[in-house]
């Protein structure tokens, strides 16, 4: 037996404790890990939405500009040449 073998039932408990310990504090150092790695992936994606959004709001404004329709308070949408 080599002499870092545990001796006793109390050094085999201190053993089997020491190695449960190890293994939960990896564990969560890799669920940590994981979960960064979502909230930066998920916020990569949101953020690039919003930018989607935005930019699909200006194309969908420019377009309404160029058919000659302006927003008007709620959803009514009147074309220029109409207006008095």
């Known amino acids: 037996?080599?002499?870092?073998?545990?001796?006793?039932?109390?050094?085999?408990?201190?053993?089997?404790?020491?190695?449960?310990?190890?293994?939960?504090d990896k564990f969560q150092t890799m669920s940590d890990q994981i979960i960064g790695r979502n909230i930066?992936?998920?916020?990569?994606?949101?953020?690039?939405?919003?930018?989607r959004i935005d930019d699909l709001?200006?194309?969908?404004?420019d377009l309404m500009t160029q058919a000659g329709v302006e927003e008007l308070e709620g959803e009514n949408k009147t074309p220029a040449a109409n207006k008095s």
């Open 40 to 51: 930066l992936f998920y916020y990569l994606i949101v953020d690039d939405m919003s930018c």
């Open 57 to 61: 709001e200006k194309n969908i404004a």
């Open 1 to 24: 037996m080599a002499e870092t073998d545990p001796k006793t039932v109390q050094d085999l408990t201190a053993v089997v404790q020491t190695l449960l310990q190890q293994m939960q």
